[in-house]
């Protein structure tokens, strides 16, 4: 009966730290899964932190290079190559219009072509002089598909 009751109290005391170990393991995997997580988490956020960086560096570089020279002539060629080379991966048409300060529309300046034989007829935005030219809003550059 000796030996039943220290084997009972031996496995019961198994028993009870295996359950014990158990939850102990559990709560370590929890606080794994969170750490886990945020480790994720951190990367993510680190990467992002690096594409913005990299977006500051080449948004200094353009700066750099637009200082070299103010004229109107050189900074309508590094906008339009910096445009169309970030926009539409140098391939296409990029168009830049200025603002007629006495008719208050917008004017073909300077144009980039991949197809030096295309030809631009409009050489006034007209919808699009009267929305962006007095209202002062920033343009958007993005890529447009003709068919």
Known sequence: LASFLTAFY????????????????E???????????????????LTGLREKISRYNSLKVIIEELNQNLSLEFVADK?????????????????????DNQTQKLLLFKTKKEDNQLII?????????????????GVLLQKLECP
């Open 27 to 45: 709560g370590l995997q929890e606080k794994l899964n969170i750490l886990s997580d945020r480790k994720s988490q951190e990367q993510k956020n």
């Open 121 to 137: 007829k409009a050489k006034e935005a007209l919808n699009f002089a009267k929305t962006q030219g007095k209202n002062r809003i």
């Open 10 to 25: 031996v496995f019961r005391a198994f028993s009870r730290r295996r359950e014990r170990l158990s939850l102990q393991k």
């Open 79 to 99: 906008l339009l190559d910096i445009a169309s080379s970030l926009v539409a991966g140098s391939k296409g048409t990029c168009l830049l219009y200025l603002v």
